[in-house]
């Protein structure tokens, strides 16, 4: 009669042992019975960090997930729409109207700081040294010879943004700010890959060239490169210059650029453990830094890439989710 209590106290601890681990084992039930849609805009960066956040929504929390490519107008409206539901990277300060009128609909939210991003005009450090005058954009007025474009040899050649980016707004009012468009055209690409090649294969030839990038990126991390001096930031300036309808543009500097998680508001209010690991999402510079120079040196794509990231950089993802999460997505890597 006596083994009775002593056995039912040695099922009730080893129950109260297991469930811990039965818990763990119990996969987790994402909040949305649907995939979770992506904006994958057409930039390194943002394909990494969207191939980083559904890895870890689908092994962490149990979700479905797809991407639509797009480019960053389109996809804003998409994510108003709630085509799309989570925007990786979202330069405010480039698209600074349409991202005021975006947020001011109460459709869209900016979740968290995932890092400070930058722009401006570059030119070679061998251009600079065959040429010591030439410091600043507006100095491209007596360089034109210099950058003269193939087509048109009678004007230069600034390589702006691929064709169908916001930033090539900015470019063009910024262009006639400076008052390059009588001797300059600026030519748009035909997608991010031609802007690269075309930078990239002027520099192994030690060609003459100026043009328009972004930070963080592989190229110019890779590259010894000079950001030539634009006038003091003035915010003013700066608006008008993101406005196609911009009548008199003022030339002024780049904007540092915190980005933000664009995300829309009823998937942020129908799943909310989803927002708050979103809004926890921030990577320090080195960190990306080198993510996307192993994804230039080796050759890889973004998805690899974010593989990459989570397995180097755990200290940095565990503190954007709970720890039961984080752990499903370290089994997850630990099986690759």
Known sequence: MRMKPLLAGALALSAALLAPAAAHAAKPVCEVDRPVRFSGLNWESNLVLAGIERYVMEHGYGCKTSVE???????????????VDVTPEVWPGQIEVAWKKALASGRVQGLGHVYDAGEGWYVPRYTVQRH??????????????????????????????????????LNDNLLRALG??????????????????????AYKRKRD??????????????????????PAFDQTAYTCLTDPKCAKPVATEFKPNPVVTGVNSAFAKEAPQLA?????????????????????????????????????????????????????????????
């Open 180 to 201: 390059l468009d009588r001797d300059y055209s600026l030519f748009a690409p035909g997608s991010g890959a031609a802007q690269k090649a075309a930078i990239l294969s």
């Open 209 to 230: 060239i100026v043009f328009y990038y972004w930070t963080p990126t592989a190229l110019v991390g890779a590259l010894d490169l000079v950001k030539l001096e634009l």
């Open 69 to 83: 490519i797009g480019e960053t107008l389109p996809m804003l409206a998409a994510l108003q729409r709630g085509d």
């Open 276 to 336: 708050a690991f979103l809004a926890k999402l921030t990577i320090p510079g080195d960190a990306i830094d080198a993510t996307l120079g192993w994804l230039e040196t080796e050759g890889k794509e973004p998805e690899e890439a974010a593989r990459y990231f989570l397995k180097q950089y755990g200290p940095v993802w565990r503190q954007w989710m709970p720890v039961d999460a984080a752990e499903r997505v370290q089994a997850a890597l630990d099986k690759e």
């Open 132 to 169: 010591p005058d030439l410091k600043s954009a507006a100095d491209l007025a007596r360089f034109k010879q210099v950058f003269a474009d193939p087509e048109d040899p009678g004007r230069g050649r600034i390589y702006g943004c691929p064709a169908g980016w916001a930033c090539g707004t």
